[in-house]
């Protein structure tokens, strides 16, 4: 914490409910506190915590799970609004498939507005995460502009990982091989893809659309 940083009533309750939970509550100069904070307009509060655990285990798989796979995302920002979009749709976990961007990257954090911390989020390889939805009974829907079926069209209200690959090289052949249905989404300009990020949004918020519609 910098106490020569304008703290808001928010900030001050945070410090609150820090200090309720038992942390230590550490004040610094401003300079320091700028070094550290990773970012140009700092709001003042820092906090340090013990990463936790990303095994596959971390996902639910009870009920009427829905999944977002992120298969090798590049951009630090387009992870962390995937999360922050996933978050905001309720999916019930987010799998990092063969990772080329750290999952906490500070730029991660902040694009996800902290919902890094919300969803469960597990990281490991895309053979591992494929037979983790196979013994589960999860449905896979991989996403690629050669899909058969529009995004829009494929069933997505029962158990469904919806599977994203990265701007560059889309899904890889081991999850086109394994899904159970590859969709698209229509593009009806001249560009023939979207940001990866604006995919997964349109792609989770048709399946909220879908379940509520049932």
Known sequence: ???SLFLGENEARLIDAATAAGAEIVEV???????????????GLLAVAIRFDTGLERIPRAGNPLLLVAESIE????????????EAAGVTGVIVADPTTDPFNPNVVRASLGTLFAVPLAVTDSASAVEYLRR??????ATTPAGA???YAADMTGPVAIVIGSEQYGLTPAWLNAADRRVRIPMHGRV?????????ALLLYEAVRQRAAR
Request: charged share 20%; proline share 8%.
């Open 136 to 141: 589960s009974g999860i449905r896979i829907l």
């Open 192 to 200: 023939n893809s979207l940001n990866v990020a604006t995919a997964a």
């Open 75 to 86: 951009k630090p920002g387009n992870l962390g609004t995937m999360l922050r979009t996933a």
């Open 29 to 43: 100069d401003e300079a320091p506190f700028r070094k550290a904070s990773y970012r140009q307009r700092p709001e």
């Open 1 to 3: 914490m910098s106490p």
């Open 149 to 151: 079926t529009t995004h």
